[in-house]
């Protein structure tokens, strides 16, 4: 019985590592770069001045059959007073956060400037600080962030678009943070689903649009 018992303990032990090192040398790796060349990693993106010494960086990118005219639009009108976030919609308003995402492009969010707010959660209900217009350089570059107390940016969220051709676009997301440990590891890959679909999503409208022309 004894030896049955550390038997098991052990497969369980051997599997639990396995599992943990898979994931930290296969499926981390996969996800923190999902979708990206080896060049849109290493390149110098607008916002990367913001956190400068990340402890979290991730960059992912999407081809959209779209051109870059028709891509800028949809990141403009991002937020959860506007056009959503192209996202798990439904998986966003478990938690309470009302967002219902557009399929269409609204002219009046599209006056985006540096210092406005991209909300994630109702005004009215205490939830996730919105992100603060960093950067806006049409049709180009959309950064946004949260900052601590003092004013120090603590995350960015940045979008560059690079033209392929005249029509399709290089979609490049990346995200640098300051936070690490706790609660942070614990939503890592959830943070990758959510802005993978959102990706996907901005892809779907923008190649709609497109072929709607």
Known sequence: MRSCFLWTVGTLLILLVTAGLAYAYLIKPWYYRWGATDAEISA???????????????????TIA???????????QMGQDKAG??????????????????????????DLQ???????????????APYIIAQVEPPRALVMGHQDDNGNWVESWQFYLVPV????????????SQGQGGIWDALDFAYFIMERAMLLGIQQRAEAQAQGE
């Open 66 to 76: 779209a051109p870059i005219e028709l891509v800028w639009p949809w990141l403009v």
């Open 85 to 110: 976030l192209y996202s798990y919609e439904w998986i966003e308003n478990l938690l309470g956060s009302d967002i219902h995402n557009a399929d269409r492009i609204v002219p009046e969010w599209q």
């Open 114 to 128: 540096p210092g406005d707010l991209m909300r994630l959660y109702p005004v009215e209900k205490s939830g996730p």
């Open 44 to 62: 110098a993106l607008p916002g990367d001045e913001l956190v400068a010494k990340p402890k979290i960086l991730r960059t992912k990118a999407i």
């Open 165 to 176: 051709d005249a029509a399709t676009t290089r979609l490049v997301h990346r995200d640098r």
